[in-house]
């Protein structure tokens, strides 16, 4: 069964600490993508990477840098976590563009 | 306006009822996506259709591009199908993006 691996399911960080986010994918897509879910406000795209060492920048990207060395890797980063950054976040990959979309089961990050 | 608006907000059902969720887009889009949350829970793909319509088991996607309107049906829900049910749409001019609906909270109850 295909899969989109999240490292953590919940994490609790401090006000400025560096924050990695990981998420695995063994599908060999190409596409892979982060968004935060906040109720009210649905799901927002924050980066998304169409190949290795590649990058795009979503709605919100302020406060985050990803990075994507190996095709079945991306890593979101919070450079100094804040508490509005208290939120789901969810990787998702595809094959391709118009083609579906398999989504992890989320990272819940609250900073205190 | 949000370019995708779903109804209704909050459904609840008895088991066995036929459900249906609207959606309904405001641009030109390449394809539709019915995805499904469980409560803590990551999403799943239901479906994704860019005309017609498609069934799996007990869930139905329909969409009308003239009319740029997609429905989900749950024929004899249950209560393991509630959870949020969440529209979202590949915009045509930018096809690497997801535009999301604000979602359909479902609860089936026995």
Redesign the interface.
């Known amino acids: 069964d295909v899969k989109v691996t999240q490292s953590s399911r919940y994490l609790v960080k401090r006000t400025g600490e560096k924050v990695f986010l990981e998420c695995v994918q063994d599908m060999d897509h190409e596409?892979m993508?982060w968004y935060r879910q906040d109720p009210?406000l649905?799901?927002r795209?924050i980066y998304?990477s169409?190949d290795v060492k590649m990058k795009?920048k979503?709605d919100i990207p302020e406060g985050y840098s990803v990075s994507r060395e190996k095709k079945e890797r991306f890593s979101l980063i919070l450079e100094s976590a804040s508490t509005n950054q208290t939120s789901m976040y969810?990787c998702?990959s595809s094959p391709r563009?118009?083609?579906?979309?398999?989504?992890?089961?989320?990272t819940r990050l609250t900073v205190v | 306006k949000n370019e995708v608006e779903q109804s209704p907000q909050n459904l609840t059902a008895q088991e066995g009822e036929f459900i249906t969720i609207n959606c309904s887009y405001s641009v030109g889009i390449s394809a539709l996506h019915w995805l499904q949350q469980h409560p803590g829970g990551g999403i799943v793909s239901l479906f994704m259709l860019s005309s017609g319509k498609k069934k799996h088991g007990r869930l139905i996607a329909t969409i009308n591009i003239q009319e740029k309107h997609s429905s989900l049906h749950i024929t004899a829900s249950h209560p393991r199908d509630s959870a949020v049910y969440i529209c979202a749409v590949n915009s045509g001019g930018s096809n690497y993006k997801l535009t999301f609906g604000k979602g359909t909270l479902l609860t089936v109850n026995p």
């Not at chain 1, 563009?97 to 989320?106: A, C, P």
């Open positions: 596409n993508f009210g649905g799901l795209l998304f169409y795009e979503g969810l998702a563009f118009n083609y579906g979309y398999t989504f992890g089961s989320g």
